[in-house]
């Protein structure tokens, strides 16, 4: 089966990306990594080791010779120096977005079933404005499951946040407006000087029952 490419298509041209539909062998880890996965259950160990393969493909991508990836605080991959980045997982899915740090000062992704959020879920991550917004677009197309769109566009307005201000972020303090022409907009609630700003803009698409979130922080 044919897999549109999903990852490269929202995102500028000055990040790399790499993509897998399918998991790769676990001897393409190195052996600084295999520590870190050592008592994982099968399916985490194949997110793993397919995420950090996408992410040296990506990163060769931008002329980065192939290392090590360790993990970082909250499990954040720790990316070779002079690189930014991010990798996402879900189910049948696994993609690694970098990019110099010469000209990004950070990249977000993030993937997720196509599948609608439970009531439990929702209201745990989306203000009651976020929740009316949702029901209009769903009103206007309810072949899209826009409750995801927003959870998954929320993880990757984390991916850019932690790295750059190793602080958690959570749910409650980002307000996503998602657009259908397959951009959002993001509005931090809290401030940081290591962010420089309070507003995001991102890009989505919906693929072969997956959806994908981007941000890309260009350096000034």
């Given amino acids: 089966m044919v897999h549109r490419r999903m990852i490269s298509e929202i995102l500028p041209p000055w990040v790399a990306s790499a993509e897998k ?28 080791v397919t995420g950090r393969h996408c992410a040296r493909l990506a990163l060769a991508r ?21 690189t930014v980045g991010s990798i996402t997982h879900c189910s049948g899915y696994r993609a690694a977005a970098v990019a110099s740090a010469d000209v990004a000062r950070a990249v977000g992704i993030d993937a997720e079933p196509h599948e609608p959020l439970s009531e439990e879920v929702l209201v745990t991550i989306a203000s009651p ?65 290591a962010m420089g700003t309070r507003a995001l803009r991102g890009r989505w698409v919906v693929s072969d029952g997956h959806i994908a979130t981007s941000i890309a922080l260009p350096r000034p």
Avoid: H, M, N, Q
């Fill in 21 to 48: 539909f399918g998991d790769v062998p676990e001897e393409t880890l190195f052996p600084e990594e295999r520590p870190l996965i050592a008592r994982a259950v099968d399916r985490r160990r194949r997110e793993f």
């Fill in 129 to 193: 404005g976020e929740i009316a917004a949702l029901r209009a677009l769903g009103d206007a197309d309810g072949e899209v499951c826009w409750d995801r769109i927003l959870f998954s566009a929320k993880e990757s307005v984390y991916k850019v946040w932690f790295p750059l201000t190793g602080r958690w972020l959570d749910f409650s303090e980002a307000v996503v407006d998602i657009e259908p022409s397959g951009t959002f907009r993001a509005r931090l609630l809290v401030a940081d000087p």
């Fill in 62 to 82: 931008i002329g980065v010779t192939p290392v090590p990836i360790p993990r970082g605080e909250r499990g954040a991959p720790v990316w070779p120096a002079g």
